[in-house]
Structure formats: structure tokens, C-alpha cells
């Protein structure tokens, strides 16, 4: 069964820290790129950072500089860390395989990252 489990969400002030983590099961993990999403209510999912096979990355260009996103294949597992967060960031985070291979659309639960004072 393919599944994505996001955690590691919660409330934080601005410029504050959160890691999200988003354990990957159902899938030979190594084989594939994977992307951070996030969504807001009444907007479309947004495609936050990419982590390709090899490790390469891309970012929003909103979250270049502040976010890093990083995978661990023994684990199953990619990472999202993100500093100096703002209000703008506030949304619900999913991890998703790219979208050009058949297990994308397996959305979990998504993790709820909230940016306030």
C-alpha cells in the first residue's frame, strides 16, 4: 500500500524554525524524485521544493534561501526545513513523488504549518 505521512508541522512565530518530515512507505523510495507541496484554502496546491534522485534540488523562488529540502533512502524519508518563516508560509504541507510517475496524487494527511504572532 503506497502512503505518505507527513509530520513535524505546528504553530511558530515569525522568523521561527520548523522541520517537516514525510515518511514514504509502498515504494522503492531511492527510485524516485519527490516535491514538497503546500495548500492553502481556496488556492491550488503549490509545488514548494523538489528533490531529484541524485539529490539536486529546486525551490519556490518565495522559499529560496529559507527552506532546504533533503532525503534520506535508508530511511524512506524526505525532509523539509524551514527557517525564517513568515505568515505567507502558513498552509498545509504535503510530500508527493513527482508528478510524472504513477504513484503521484498518493496525498496523505499533509502537516499543518502555522506562521503567527
Known amino acids: 500500500q503506497v502512503q505518505f505521512v507527513e509530520s513535524g508541522g505546528g504553530l511558530v512565530q515569525p522568523g521561527g524554525s520548523l522541520r517537516l518530515s514525510c515518511a514514504a512507505s509502498?515504494?522503492?523510495?531511492?527510485?524516485?524524485?519527490m516535491d514538497w507541496y503546500r495548500q492553502v484554502p481556496g488556492k491550488q496546491r503549490e509545488l514548494v521544493a523538489h528533490?531529484?534522485?541524485?539529490?539536486?534540488?529546486d525551490y519556490l523562488d518565495s522559499v529560496k534561501g529559507r527552506f532546504t529540502i533533503s532525503r534520506d533512502n535508508a530511511k524512506g524519508t524526505v525532509y523539509l526545513q524551514m527557517n525564517s518563516l513568515t505568515p505567507e508560509d502558513t498552509a498545509v504541507y504535503y510530500c508527493n513523488p513527482d508528478r510524472s510517475t504513477a504513484y503521484y496524487g498518493y496525498w496523505g494527511q499533509g502537516t499543518q504549518v502555522t506562521v503567527s504572532s
Open positions: 509502498g515504494i522503492i523510495f531511492s527510485m524516485y524524485n
Open positions: 528533490i531529484s534522485i541524485g539529490g539536486g534540488t
